[in-house]
């Protein structure tokens, strides 16, 4: 007795022990993830092997070490070796992990990306992961050996011991993702961890000195305790509860996954994000095991509660998924609640949201588990073997669950679909195994015909169930929440996105993936987050980013872009004469139907000859490639994205310039918004700490960085002949370049000014990741202005310039510096009035005197003339609300004369004159208006209302039926057109 006496004090330290291990597990994965996806790249099937692997280790340590403890004497001794063995393996972890890198790399060049090299990928994460995910897998069932000699200890011993596990691990994911990466980065968050791994293990092989043997102390009363609580239930059905936890496995892990994928377009892909949605389901999960300890679930027999769980399960499941859609207004209500606005990190709305989502069926997985190992034991009497094979059936059937919701649900039924499909399996599986337990103990059949009239109904359910509003899903910005608000202040999110309408819609892979079209400009938008426009500004970027290394490369051959987005970038740069092969890297298959929609601006660049499109990471594929290149650019990608911060990194740069040819150029997009200035210093720091060469250029709202390990000279003669050739002048005069001077005026510094810019910021690495985790507290944020000041202020003239033959230099500089003062003037214009909503406002006195004052010092400058486009468009709407109709008339007319380029001063000017009943003149702009800006739906509707009250319905019926062509569903063309085709009936 006194042995079980000192087991009953140190119990509460074990459970304390293996509730830091959980921690400590989870931190180890999500690292282990960072370094291997690294090198295998960040591919749905290159992540799948990383899971699998971990997973299939956490399975075999479970089915092992399970059987392996029934012989032991000293299970609480075994317990501290496997976590001493854990803490080993990780501290190799690094060394092996380097050895692997290299022959990767081999290995990928020489078999390329195919069936081939998958199988590598996997042989090489199973060398990694398999050691110490096995003694991983192992501690749960040692551990209930060592604690659990009856079948009522079952009860009561197993849920605390896995409750607290899985809270251990939920902790460890706030306590890495909020505090230890961002602080001490990814190599020593793990020697923190392999310090902790280590003194659980010394402390569990302390606390088994005070023990005798377990053979000695406590096998003797075995034989007595065996009967106190058992179960006396069929032994076909409680086998069948014991394979429940196969299916509640599946359905788990895979919730988990269209879980994530849901809410990151509510709460935005931030890497806290993903913290915060993982954090909440492991609680939700440890709260539902820990709470299966209390006397009152224990009540009516087993496999009934299993059933009862299972059911509610996939009911709440079922429920939740059809509320989906509401979750981006909840979140914004409830940011607006807490934190009275939308910028920044939001911890508590990422968790809360994400925890009243899934905490109903989390916690009922976290009970489903011991009931199934329960049931287990209850067949065989050996506890620690019970809950290991648990384990491993629980274990492998998440796998198969996280597998096949991103691998086959997502791809081929959509989101709504797999979870609804998600939750019907546990209804189905918990009906056949109540009716398999009726059945045995009455004899009767009719719960078998129940049960197969139930898994009719539920088969239906994914196909019958009202479908998600794809308008919000598909519309909704998570970085710009007051884009939501009412004048009222109020939410909205129903009445804000119905001012667009979604023209491509898919669940890829890796992404949610849509194409949006208001009545003024279309938008790609990637889960939730806007990352390219047809609009003038994000063109402007866009094609910069294809067009400034080109223009500068002596003699650009052979080019790649890393991220199709809306394909304008690859657009640009395929159009040069000497292009001859074009590589773009894309990771979401889905990307290239939203990219097609826009191919009225990206030059038709997936129908090139010379373009090559892959599915691939770009990041993985400039490490394995062979291939060398003269141009390396990339589609705008955020930073604060997570994963996205690696294309921002010291070693991608490495990585990038290791493939250039002599004298090549990369390319890098630095985002001005939503980035503090100590971001921008660490980026720009680590794009110097790699290429000797570097310049800085700027656009509207952001700027780009260029580097070469050669001098990157600015030579004009052949920056012009590049520009004057035939799909290059036209694709830069769409963006108001127009000659030279327009181009070179986009020019800023070069290395020596941003080594000062940057003496002392953090050199974003693949260690600290230092943007990744900073970025997110200034999403939303108003940083626009500040930053465009910083870059403004270096402003200087290239050192490398070769002037133009035949002109003498020092005019021609003071021409350039002219043109770059200009230039300066009008981004900050731009900036100042655009940064508090996005939008063009109502200009003041200062600022029309300030844009008269650049248009009448560069008067051809076409940048100027559409800013001065623009601004008196705003003043003639100032006009119209002070009732001062012919002022604003005015203003529209020289705005239609200064700028030709743009047919909403048309539109407008079309808009007074059929109200004031001057038709001729309405057509005549409303023409004008279409032949200018052909793809706004808004001037193709207003000049069929112009043609309609001049009686031309068959021309007006056409201008309606082309609004509806560009805005597939837009709800006022089709009224016009069915109000009109009636009014043409009757003649």
């Known amino acids: 007795m006194a042995g079980l006496s000192r087991l009953n004090r140190i119990n509460p330290f074990i459970y ?47 089915w092992y070490w399970g059987r392996r403890c029934e012989t032991v004497q000293r299970p609480l001794r075994l317990y501290g070796l496997l976590e001493l063995g854990v803490a080993f393996f990780a501290l190799c972890f690094p060394v092996a992990l380097r050895c692997v890198d290299g022959a990767y790399i081999n290995a990928a060049r020489a078999l390329g990306d195919g069936p081939a090299l998958q199988f590598v990928r996997i042989g090489f994460a199973f060398c990694l992961l398999l050691i110490p995910t096995t003694f991983m897998g192992g501690t749960l069932p040692v551990l209930v050996r060592h604690l659990v000699s009856a079948q009522r200890q079952m009860e009561s011993r197993l849920p605390l011991l896995y409750g607290m596990n899985t809270l251990g691990a939920a902790a460890g994911a706030m306590l890495g993702g909020f ?4 602080a001490l980065g990814v190599i020593h968050t793990q020697w923190l961890i392999i310090g902790m791994n280590a003194l659980v293990g010394c402390t569990a092989l302390w606390l088994d000195r005070a023990l005798t043997p377990r053979s000695a102390a406590i096998d003797a009363m075995v034989s007595q305790l065996h009967q106190q609580g058992a179960i006396n239930e069929d ?12 299916a509640c496995g599946f359905s788990s892990l895979a919730m988990e996954v269209l879980w994530t994928r849901a809410l990151v377009i509510a709460l935005g892909s931030t890497t806290y994000n993903f913290t915060l949605m993982l954090s909440a389901f492991l609680s939700g999960i440890a709260i539902g095991g820990l709470l299966y300890r209390l006397p009152a679930l224990h009540r009516g027999g087993l496999v009934n509660r299993l059933c009862v769980a299972m059911f509610f399960i996939g009911l709440f499941i079922i429920l939740g998924a059809q509320f ?30 994400s925890f009243v989502v899934m905490f109903i069926p989390a916690a009922l997985f976290g009970a489903a588990f011991p009931m199934a190992a329960e049931a287990r034991s209850a067949l065989q009497h050996r506890y620690g073997k019970s809950s290991g094979e648990s384990v491993l059936i629980n274990t492998l059937g998440a796998a198969c669950g996280a597998l096949s919701a991103g691998y086959l649900l997502i791809p081929m039924l959509g989101l709504q679909k797999s979870m609804l499909l998600a939750g019907v399996i546990p209804v189905i599986y918990a009906s056949w195994m109540y009716a398999s337990g009726e059945t045995a103990e009455t004899g009767e059949r009719r719960p078998m015909i129940y049960a197969t009239a139930l898994t009719a109904i539920m088969a239906i359910v994914p196909f019958v169930a009202p479908e998600w509003n794809r308008q919000v899903l598909g519309s909704f910005r998570n970085n710009v929440g007051h884009a939501f608000l009412t004048r009222e202040g109020e939410i909205d999110v129903e009445r804000a996105v119905s001012g667009s309408t979604v023209v491509y819609y898919r669940e890829g892979v890796e992404a949610t993936v849509s194409v949006t079209q208001s009545d003024m400009m279309r938008s790609l938008l990637i889960n939730g987050k806007t990352v390219a426009t047809d609009s003038i500004h994000g063109l402007g970027l866009q094609k910069l980013m294809g067009h400034i290394p080109c223009l500068l490369h002596p003699d650009p051959r052979k080019g790649l872009v890393i991220g199709l987005g809306a394909g304008v970038t690859s657009g640009a740069a395929a159009i040069y004469p000497t292009m001859e092969s074009l590589t773009i890297v894309e990771i979401e298959p889905a990307v290239i139907g939203g990219a097609m929609r826009f191919d009225y601006c990206n030059n038709k660049v997936l129908k090139r000859p010379n373009v090559h499109p892959l599915i ?20 705008p990608i955020h930073p604060w994205a997570a994963g996205s911060t690696y294309l921002y990194t010291r070693e991608y740069y490495q990585d990038a310039r290791a493939r250039l040819k002599p004298g090549g150029v990369m390319c890098q997009w630095l985002p001005l918004y939503e980035l503090s200035t100590e971001n921008i210093q660490s980026l720009t720091a680590a794009f110097l700490a790699v290429f000797k060469h570097v310049q800085l250029w700027r656009t509207y709202f952001d700027c780009i960085l260029v580097g070469s390990d050669s001098p990157l000279t600015v030579d004009a003669d052949s920056i012009r002949a590049k520009m004057n050739s035939g ?26 000014e941003l080594n000062r810019f940057c003496a002392g910021a953090t050199v974003n690495s693949d260690d600290n990741l230092h943007v990744e985790f900073t970025s997110p ?23 490398s310039i070769v002037a133009p033959d035949g002109v003498e230099r020092d005019l021609w500089l003071d021409e350039l510096k002219a043109a770059q003062r200009v230039e300066t ?78 047919g909403m001063a048309n539109n407008q000017l079309a808009v007074l004159y059929a109200q004031g009943d001057r038709l001729d003149e309405a057509m005549r702009e409303a023409d004008l208006a279409v032949n200018r800006s052909p793809r706004v739906s808004a001037a193709w509707i207003n000049r069929g209302g112009v043609y309609e009250a001049a009686g031309r319905l068959d021309e007006a019926l056409d201008s309606y039926r082309q609004a509806l062509a560009l805005r597939p569903g837009y709800k006022l063309a089709m009224q016009k057109i069915i109000l009109l085709q009636r009014k043409m009936r009757l003649g």
Do not use: C
């Open 324 to 353: 989906v859609p509401s979750i981006p207004g909840a979140a914004l209500r409830f940011n607006q609640w807490v934190y009275g606005g939308f910028s920044g990190v939001r911890p508590l709305t990422g968790f809360t949201i």
């Open 235 to 246: 032994e076909f059905t409680l086998r069948l509860a014991f394979w429940a936890t196969a």
């Open 16 to 62: 304390l022990l293996f509730t830091i291990t959980g921690g400590t597990s989870l931190i180890f994965q999500v690292t282990w993830n960072r370094d291997l996806t690294l090198i295998f790249g960040g591919t749905r099937p290159a992540v799948s092997v990383i899971l699998s692997a971990f997973m299939t280790g956490l399975a075999l340590g479970a």
């Open 727 to 752: 799909e290059v002048k036209d694709d830069l005069r769409s963006i108001d370049i127009g000659d030279l001077n327009a181009f070179l005026s986009l020019y800023v510094t070069d290395e020596t």
């Open 179 to 182: 505090i230890l990466l961002p």
């Open 777 to 799: 507290y200034t999403v939303g944020s108003n940083t626009l202005s500040q930053n465009m000041r910083a870059a403004s202020s270096m402003v200087n003239t290239p050192s």
């Open 825 to 902: 003037g009008l981004v900050m214009y731009k900036t100042e009035r655009t940064n508090e909503d996005g939008e063009d406002h109502e200009p003041s006195a200062a600022e029309i005197t300030e844009l008269t004052g650049l248009y009448n010092r560069a008067p051809d400058s076409l940048r100027v003339r559409r800013a001065m486009y623009d601004q008196l468009i705003n003043r003639s709407y100032a006009s119209l609300r002070l009732g001062e109709r012919e002022q604003a008339i005015s203003m529209l007319t020289k705005a239609t004369e200064l700028f030709t380029a743009d």
């Open 616 to 635: 691939q990471d770009g990041r993985n594929y400039l490490r394995v490639t062979n291939e060398t290149f003269d141009v390396i650019t990339a589609d």
